[in-house]
């Protein structure tokens, strides 16, 4: 009847088996998706902790110099010297090459110079550049080594000058002393100074930049 109907309210019809699991699909993906944002956010946050924790070691300058110290330290150095003073060895086995460009950067290492004499280069003006180094690096017993050299080849005992070269107290040479200008690059094998030929001269050349430097 009317009244009867009016009595109870009809109940929501069920819904198909296919919606239902459609919706419980939903519910799902939305817990693991949440889960899975939670995961990665909680991964990114330890995997940055760990980068900084363990963060690549950069290299400084010190690591630098370092390299190059060991590097004009295992330099052959001269041996027939007085006071320990001897010029390094420039060139040869253990030089640094030219960097990764091929064929343009493989530096040929001329040592020995001259196959025939079978000998290596000294050069004055690289071995000014490593006292100056050395004396920066408050390296001053090795930089001095390299000076005492330099002066061996200078100032010279009046019968071991060469007229052409040689300055002295006629000249007003403010020491009292012969002095010869250094040749370009000497060799390991032993020149008196004032001589710029011979098996002891690489390069007997006499220019004011090596003796500038």
């Known amino acids: 009847s009317m009244e009867s109907e009016g009595l109870y309210e009809p109940l929501t019809p ?17 817990l693991v998706g949440f889960l899975l944002v ?13 980068t900084v924790r363990q ?9 630098y110099l370092v390299k190059v110290d060991e ?11 007085p006071n320990d003073g001897a010029l390094l060895q420039v060139f040869g086995p253990g030089s640094f ?5 091929g064929k343009y950067c493989h530096l040929q290492e001329p ?17 000014a550049l490593a006292s100056i180094y050395y004396t920066a690096r408050q390296n001053f017993q090795k ?15 009046r019968q071991e000058t060469n007229d052409k070269v040689t300055c002295g107290p006629e000249q007003g040479l403010p020491s009292g002393r012969m002095l010869n200008l250094l040749a370009a690059s000497y060799t390991s094998a032993r020149v008196i100074p004032g ?8 390069d007997g050349a006499v220019d004011a930049g090596n003796n500038a430097w």
């Open 55 to 63: 963060k690549p070691h950069e290299v400084g300058l010190e690591e």
């Open 14 to 30: 069920a819904k198909p088996d296919s919606e239902a699991h459609g919706a419980r699909s939903t519910r799902w993906c939305y």
């Open 195 to 202: 001589q710029y030929e011979g098996e002891g001269v690489a």
């Open 143 to 157: 930089a001095k080594a390299i000076l005492d050299g330099f002066l061996y080849y200078m100032y010279v005992k």
């Open 71 to 81: 590097f004009l330290d295992t330099r052959p150095r001269q041996t027939f010297m």
């Open 111 to 127: 040592c020995p110079f001259n196959k025939v004499r079978g000998l290596c280069r000294f050069d004055v003006y690289d071995n």
């Open 38 to 50: 939670i995961g990665l956010a909680a991964g990114g946050g330890i995997g940055l902790a760990m």
């Open 97 to 101: 090459g030219g960097g990764p460009c």
